[in-house]
């Protein structure tokens, strides 16, 4: 079973950044397709970003490409989510997620994820 950690949220004004990180407890795991998702009360969770292929390949949402930054530490088997210019529609639970497969073939559909974590909150006032 691979448990997924996240940390690092918060509360920033608009135009700050944050640095979200997520450990994972199996080695094999962090080589996997991993991803960022995000859900704002009454909303459907959404892909924010992925990345797969032992890290290789990197997939963004359009709302977040340019001012988010997805990458992982397969030494430190965690992997991160760097927000940069956050507004406050960014707002949301963020979650992250792995799959059982290295390939991020439909990375946006949460179904498709076998492992999630608890997630952390992101709050950015205007």
């Known amino acids: 079973q691979v448990q997924l950690v996240e940390s690092g949220g918060g509360s920033v004004q608009a135009g700050r950044s944050l640095s979200l990180s997520c450990a994972v407890s199996?080695?094999?795991?962090?080589?996997?397709?991993m991803a960022w998702f995000r859900q704002a009360p009454g909303k459907e969770r959404e892909g924010v970003a992925a990345?797969?292929?032992?890290?290789?390949?990197?997939y963004y949402a359009d709302s977040v490409r340019g001012r988010f930054t997805i990458s992982q530490d397969n030494a430190e088997n965690t992997m991160y989510l760097q927000m940069d210019s956050l507004q406050p529609e960014d707002s949301a639970m963020y979650y992250c997620?792995?799959?059982?497969?290295?390939?991020?073939?439909?990375?946006?559909?949460?179904?498709?994820?076998?492992?999630w974590g608890q997630g952390t909150q992101v709050t950015v006032s205007s």
């Open positions: 997620a792995a799959r059982a497969a290295p390939s991020c073939v439909i990375w946006t559909l949460p179904r498709m994820y076998n492992y």
């Open positions: 990345i797969g292929t032992g890290g290789r390949i990197t």
């Open positions: 199996a080695s094999a795991a962090i080589r996997h397709c």
